[in-house]
């Protein structure tokens, strides 16, 4: 190492260390690392240069910091040099057509870093490139990212944001000319073009200077405007929209979300809904929230209860930080409020976005018409949507997990001239427009305000519509939740005594007394179901995930996380329409979830943590 650096005695450590305060420019990383230097502070030098974060189809997300492990100028130059250069070998237009580039508010002020400091480096460098770059000049939601890929017909986007992570956290999104989340292959590719890319360029580290070329373009007034009129065209009872009374209360959860959703509403001619005045406005620190994540229900929605009390609203709207989910919640008759699950959401949003389609068809056109009509489920999301399409007669297709394999499938579908309605997934994400291939809170909280307003107009509610919905199509009963485990050998063991049950490739043939029908294992591609034993949907060896139907109706899927060390559990008694006994059916669920939680995680010999609520 230089001469003035001490050394920690590790070379490999030190060779890293070294590379990095040659290529590192930000004077508040460079001084991190030497004063850790100084200090002699080997654990947190190996946090920091252990390994370089991987780049998958889910792009980049990691804490805010110095180092190759971490969110920082240097490693977002090196990221976007490589996806330049996988781009510039995979479109011979890229300088004609261009990139979009936008950011949340995230800040890390230890470091210096920040979304919208990351996403002026990353147009730096396609713009040291002479690649166009539509870079948005103020915070956006996530969906208008792919929103403007396809609107302005580009090569590629990038969205800077954690989505609902920790505060410290940051991430770094990409999406291909398509529209959507990028898919195997290409992140692969992405990862081998960032390890030769590692040197920055000559002007990349030169923002000034790129800020004033005119290669930058401000996309945001027009994508702003054309988003709000593709949306618009999902408003079918504007009528009763601007006759509502119905109170609604949102959150942003000090995202970007407040103003774009008070614009969704207005496109709706929705009467505004009131917001959290503490959350409404971005702020990095995320101070009055745990976990800016509205999935975790109740907690994050406190504020939202008690404005809502206040003001006598009976629906609670919350966007997670950059707008891309939606959580919603009811004030019940009895009392309490009742936050809806992802998969009771993606029913009632799916239901709705059908019977607004059919009613704007013609009566003897309808039966053909359905036909060319899909819905999408990540396959650990309910089955509700299919049971709805087998007695409404139009398509429902499950994808692999995230919302990267809908997207594709869609754009898919629409390129065949297909109608794609509507795709869920259980984690609060919904596509209620092919405008965006990918999930968007914004659009699903005008389309959530429509449904609430024509529902208070026929007297009735969501809570009660959804009843109606489980009564005519079959009560869909779930219960998700997960295990902590940071032990991956103690994870790929008990993945593998499944698949070795009683001998070489058995899998077990009951659990808590019900037999398993059919078993499907996308590590390893085997599906019982079909004719040759060979799974249909794409499999990862890289990832553990098995699915067991039930005798009585049940399904349960067991998987890891590609994000947290987690693994996870999905589970759902379908049953048919008519048995409507729910007491019943959710004591059923309960002995089935304690029975797979006992027989096939086994949480006391394998030492795992059970979530806390």
């Not at 070294?18 to 690392?33: C, G, H, S, V």
């Not at 992802?342 to 976005?353: D, P, Q």
């Not at 579908?413 to 914004?442: H, N, R």
Request: proline share 5%; charged share 20%; net charge negative.
């Amino acid at each position: 190492m230089d001469n003035d650096l001490p050394t920690t005695g590790d070379i490999n450590l030190d060779h890293a260390v070294k590379q990095w305060l040659q290529f590192d420019k930000n004077p508040k990383t460079i001084a991190a690392i030497r004063d850790m230097l100084s200090q002699g502070a080997v654990t947190e030098l190996q946090a920091c240069f252990g390994s370089r974060m991987e780049f998958g189809t889910a792009g980049l997300r990691a804490p805010m910091g110095p180092g190759v492990s971490r969110m920082n100028d240097l490693t977002i130059i090196q990221t976007t040099q490589g996806f330049c250069s996988y781009l510039e070998d995979s479109f011979k237009d890229l300088k004609g057509k261009g990139v979009v580039i936008g950011f949340d508010a995230r800040a890390h002020p230890p470091s210096g870093g920040s979304s919208k400091r990351f996403a002026t480096l990353a147009a730096t460098v396609f713009i040291s490139r002479e690649v166009p770059v539509y870079l948005f000049s103020d915070i956006t939601p996530t969906p208008f990212v792919p929103f403007a890929v396809s609107h302005l017909g580009l090569c590629a986007g990038i969205m800077v944001t954690a989505s609902h992570n920790p505060k410290q956290d940051n991430g770094y999104k990409v999406y291909w000319n398509n529209g959507a989340q990028i898919i195997p292959p290409h992140d692969k590719g992405i990862s081998v073009a960032i390890e030769k890319c590692l040197e920055p360029w000559p002007k990349s580290w030169d923002a000034e200077e790129a800020m004033k070329s005119p290669l930058l373009r401000d996309p945001y007034q027009d994508i702003y405007r054309e988003y709000f009129s593709a949306v618009e065209k999902h408003c079918f009872h504007r009528e009763i929209n601007q006759k509502s009374m119905v109170k609604i209360v949102h959150t942003s959860v000090h995202g970007v979300g407040h103003a774009f959703v008070q614009s969704a509403f207005k496109a709706f001619d929705l009467r505004a809904p009131f917001a959290v005045q503490e959350q409404k406005d971005p702020d990095p620190e995320f101070p009055t929230v745990k976990y800016p994540n509205p999935e975790e229900g109740e907690g994050v929605l406190t504020l939202s209860f008690s404005l809502a009390d206040e003001i006598g609203a009976t629906v609670v709207l919350a966007n997670d930080p950059d707008a891309d989910r939606l959580a919603v919640a009811e004030k019940q008759e009895s009392g309490p409020w009742r936050v809806f699950s992802g998969n009771e959401l993606g029913a009632l949003l799916g239901w709705w976005v059908f019977q607004c389609w059919k009613k704007q068809q013609k009566a003897d056109e309808l039966k053909e018409m359905t036909k060319d009509v899909y819905m999408m489920a990540s396959t650990v999301s309910s089955k509700i949507l299919q049971a709805i399409a087998i007695k409404e007669g139009f398509h429902f297709e499950e994808t692999l997990t995230g919302f990267k394999w809908m997207g594709n499938r869609g754009k898919e579908l629409l390129d065949q001239g297909k109608t794609v309605l509507f795709a869920f997934e259980e984690a609060i994400g919904y596509m209620c427009s092919p405008a965006v291939l990918d999930k968007d809170g914004v659009s699903a909280a005008a389309i959530a305000g429509e449904l609430t307003s024509y529902l208070a107009a026929q007297n009735t509610t969501l809570s009660q519509q959804l009843k109606a919905i489980y009564e005519e199509y079959g009560y869909h009963i779930t219960k998700n939740s997960y295990f902590i485990c940071h032990d991956q050998n103690t994870i790929r063991k008990m993945f593998e005594r499944l698949r070795n049950f009683k001998g070489p490739n058995t899998y077990p043939q009951e659990c808590g007394g019900i037999s398993v029908t059919a078993v499907r294992d996308l590590t390893t591609g085997f599906d019982s179901n079909q004719a040759n034993n060979k799974a249909v949907l794409p499999t990862s060896k890289s990832s553990q995930m098995i699915t067991f139907t039930f005798a009585n109706g049940g399904v349960a899927t067991l998987r890891t996380s590609g994000t947290e060390p987690k693994i996870k559990y999905y589970t759902e008694l379908c049953a048919a329409p008519g048995n409507s006994d729910l007491t019943q059916l959710k004591a059923e669920l309960d002995n089935l979830v304690e029975a797979i939680v006992e027989n096939f995680f086994q949480p006391k010999v394998n030492k795992l943590i059970p979530r806390s609520d």
